[in-house]
């Protein structure tokens, strides 16, 4: 089992940035895959980014609502995952969780994942 906090939300303007931090410990060694998702009041949980990796190189996975603006990127010596949002809009507003412990599937479903953090409410006014 991997435990995952996360931090960084807020509120922020339209346009502005906010970083996300998403910290792992636990049986962190097993793990290979790391994304964000979000979910706005009403909707489904649904995929924004995500990151995997093998030795040193590592690959990126966003949604298209979000390519662009948003860069998720880890810091491997502290087992830590970031997400760095850029030029917020108003439809980015949703609780964003942190996901790790891959089992299989697409890194785009939630169910791929097993361990959740708590989530970050991410407020962006217009």
């Known amino acids: 089992q991997v435990q995952l906090v996360e931090s960084g939300g807020g509120l922020v303007q339209a346009g502005g940035s906010l970083r996300l931090s998403c910290a792992a410990s636990?049986?962190?060694?097993?793990?290979?895959?790391m994304g964000w998702f979000r979910q706005a009041p009403g909707k489904e949980r649904e995929f924004v980014a995500a990151i995997s990796w093998s030795g040193g190189i590592s690959w990126t996975y966003y949604a298209d609502s979000v390519k662009g603006r948003f860069t998720i990127s880890r810091e491997k010596g502290k087992n830590t995952v970031y997400l760095q949002m850029n030029s917020l809009k108003s439809e980015d507003t949703a609780v964003y969780y942190c996901?790790?412990?891959?089992?299989?599937?697409?890194?785009?479903?939630?169910?791929?994942?097993?361990?959740w953090g708590q989530g970050t409410q991410v407020t962006v006014s217009s």
């Open positions: 636990g049986r962190t060694s097993s793990s290979y895959a």
């Open positions: 996901a790790a412990d891959f089992r299989s599937g697409s890194y785009y479903s939630p169910t791929a994942f097993g361990s």
